[in-house]
């Protein structure tokens, strides 16, 4: 739902202004935090509890989405509105992609690591994929703001998976000694 979300976003800015200056613009706000908070995401994994941040980041991004959701349901939307929406969602995106990199080798044995690392990129090829017909699908038949309402949805579905999940805490006093 989260990929989805985000190419509902990107369809509404192109459907609305037409500019490919405009999409060029959302595409920079949906990516450019990712690039800039992720480094800060990574280290914050190797000190925090893992699974906290990933709640956090999903729980966050899913409050985002509903917020969203009312106020497009409302018919406050602009472009502005729409490209901080996209960049509040990427810095919860650039916490949650480091701490679940650094979890998968707590929770794969070794020996399939690979496999397991080879599946886990292979689906996400496909969500990527997948997710702008998607989104653009849910868009067209359920409207906007209900897109964004499925994100949260989403999110809470992914709470609770996280929730369930043990996911070790390994403290690196190394790591909590140096200076990011």
């Not at 450019?32 to 190797?46: K, M, T």
């Not at 679940?100 to 794969?108: E, G, K, N, W």
Request: charge should be neutral; glycine fraction near 8%.
């Amino acid at each position: 739902t989260s990929y989805a979300a985000g190419y509902a976003m990107v369809w509404y800015v192109t459907e609305t202004t037409g500019s490919a200056l405009m999409l060029a613009l959302m595409s920079i706000c949906a990516m450019l935090p990712i690039g800039l908070v992720s480094p800060f995401g990574g280290v914050l994994a190797d000190r925090v509890n893992r699974k906290a941040i990933m709640i956090g980041a999903d729980l966050s991004i899913g409050i985002i989405s509903l917020i969203a959701g009312f106020v497009i349901m409302a018919g406050d939307v602009s472009f502005v509105l729409i490209a901080l929406i996209a960049m509040a969602r990427a810095v919860g995106q650039a916490f949650h992609s480091p701490a679940m990199m650094a979890s998968m080798p707590l929770l794969v044995p070794e020996r399939h690591l690979l496999r397991v690392n080879t599946l886990d990129q292979a689906l996400a090829s496909v969500a990527s994929i997948g997710a702008p017909a998607f989104g653009i699908f849910l868009y067209t038949t359920l409207g906007f703001q209900w897109v964004m309402f499925l994100d949260f949805a989403g999110a809470l579905v992914a709470v609770a998976g996280l929730a369930l999940a043990k996911i070790p805490t390994i403290r690196d006093e190394k790591a909590a000694q140096e200076n990011v």
